[in-house]
């Protein structure tokens, strides 16, 4: 019976969350996380501000709590993609399409509405996916780069009501990272060699 009841309370509080979640993004449609109030949300989600305090302490980490959902679901899709041996492209298709679904979202997150900055982006990104001690200072550059470029890719293919396929944004972003820039254009401009 206890057992039972921690299943209920876990379900609770998960729902909650995703009610807290989906009131701050349908907020942050309209106007900055920073004059957005707690009570909003609350009213939005349709719970008691004692409610959201039990389980954060500001706006700003329901936000982050956002990114850390987001952040954990691509890097699934990579663990994924990497169990089935897939390529890269298709494991940037992967994510891509990820992001695609979740496009209203994606599209407040990147916005100047929300919490953090490009730069930030890039290293909640990057950390994800390199050990800096690893790559060294030079190769957090490198990673920094492509962070920056994906994350501009992105923002400009969402915006896009009749976007290209993410196939292609996925060839295209991988033929960056690959090959360089100049690989890139020639890519794009269909003169690739």
């Given amino acids: 019976m206890e057992n039972?009841?921690?299943?209920?309370?876990?379900?609770?509080v998960k729902m909650t969350k995703m009610l807290?979640?989906?009131?701050?993004?349908d907020l942050m449609k309209k106007k900055s996380i920073h004059v957005i109030s707690i009570k909003e949300i609350c009213?939005?989600?349709?719970?008691?501000?004692?409610?959201?305090?039990r389980h954060y302490d500001t706006q700003?980490?329901?936000?982050?709590?956002?990114?850390?959902?987001?952040?954990l679901d691509i890097y699934d899709v990579y663990l994924g993609c990497a169990n089935e041996g897939l390529t890269v492209t298709l494991l940037l298709t992967q994510i891509l399409h990820y992001i695609e679904d979740n496009r209203e979202k994606f599209l407040v997150i990147l916005s100047d509405n929300g919490n953090i900055s490009l730069g930030e982006t890039y290293n909640r990104i990057t950390d994800r996916f390199i050990n800096r001690d690893h790559v060294g200072e030079l190769g957090a550059y490198v990673a920094q780069f492509?962070?920056?470029?994906?994350t501009?890719?992105?923002?400009?293919?969402?915006?896009k009501e009749n976007r290209r396929p993410a196939e292609e944004i996925a060839?295209?972003?991988n033929s960056l990272?690959?090959?360089?820039?100049?690989?890139?254009?020639?890519?794009a401009l269909g003169t690739e060699v």
Avoid: P
């Avoid at 039972?4 to 609770?12: E, L, N, V, Y």
């Avoid at 700003?60 to 952040?71: E, K, M, N, Q, S």
């Avoid at 501009?152 to 915006?159: D, I």
């Avoid at 990272?177 to 890519?187: E, P, S, Y």
């Fill in 20 to 25: 807290l979640k989906e009131s701050l993004i």
């Fill in 43 to 53: 009213e939005g989600a349709d719970v008691n501000r004692s409610t959201f305090y």
């Fill in 146 to 150: 492509i962070a920056a470029g994906m």
């Fill in 60 to 71: 700003y980490d329901l936000y982050d709590d956002i990114i850390d959902d987001i952040a």
């Fill in 171 to 173: 060839a295209l972003i």
């Fill in 152 to 159: 501009s890719v992105l923002w400009t293919w969402l915006n």
């Fill in 4 to 12: 039972m009841q921690k299943k209920a309370d876990g379900r609770r």
């Fill in 177 to 187: 990272m690959r090959n360089g820039l100049k690989r890139a254009v020639d890519f």
